[in-house]
């Protein structure tokens, strides 16, 4: 049985942990829930049991706490996840603080589940666009070599927290937006997170920087547009990928069906291919719209949908935890 903490228990990550951890019956011993001062006191239902959220402080991990799953923001694990992992915590964090340490392993369980023990007392959970692209380009890269991959996302409001879903609501209803710079109810804003010097956003920045260290192909040529649209929950993606070896359509179907964490959702005569609305509330990558690339001579296009509050962020965190629990 294992001793278990949640940093940022009161956020929308956080609640997904409890959840999940709750679905998936973790042997837990104990479960710490922690916020800031002004989440402290509230009280939470976990298997039946109230359990009070406290306060986070630089004492939360003087008690036995076997893994502590981070969801707070970057500046909150970039002070406290080297306090927990000092107190020999092994801290799974869902910010963007620690992803490109080079002593961090930045992991998808299915995609590269082996970097999870190169850890010193932090694994880094990817951004949510990352993990749902990975999982299916692990599969095409090992049966065609990638060569090189453009993503286009269509991310959800659920993506900027509680206030992008504030955001929606308020825009349905004819009001001013509060948290994005335009109405997103019928817009599509090319800008999540802040702009770069280079014209990037740091969404696009995470998504090529974390793919390449995910898949270890470091200088792997990839370019990104990330779009917010008004969807309330689940991010769908566009990805096109040059090949080393032609790819065969059918073998990569195959492929996709065997593969755990994949539904292959690709009927288009009867309009059967990934949506959020389908993908909402569950934990797998859902890929359609398989097709050959015509304007190069070895190109794939693939349209993925993922929740990604759920496999997107807190299920693969929980899974990672369960991995270090088996061993
Ligand atoms: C977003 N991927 O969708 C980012 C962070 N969750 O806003």
Redesign the pocket.
Known sequence: MYNIAIVGASGLVGGTFLKVLEERDLPIKNLYLFASARSAGKEVIFKGKTLVIEELTENSFDREIDIALFSAGGDISKKFAPVASEKGVIVVDNSSAWRMDENVPLVVPEVNPEDIFKNNGIIANP???TIQSVVPLKVIDELYGIKRVVYSTY??VS??GIK?IEDLQRGLKGEEPKTYPHPIVNNCLPH??SFLENGYTK?EEKMINETRKILNKKNLPITATCVRVPVLNG?SISINVELEREANLEELKAKFRETKGIVLEDDVKNNRYPLATEANGTDEVYVGRLRKDFSIEKGLNLWVVAD?IRKG?ATNAVQIAEILMKK
């Open positions: 951004n949510c666009s991310q959800a993506g900027s992008g999540i997170d969404e991010h990604n962020a």
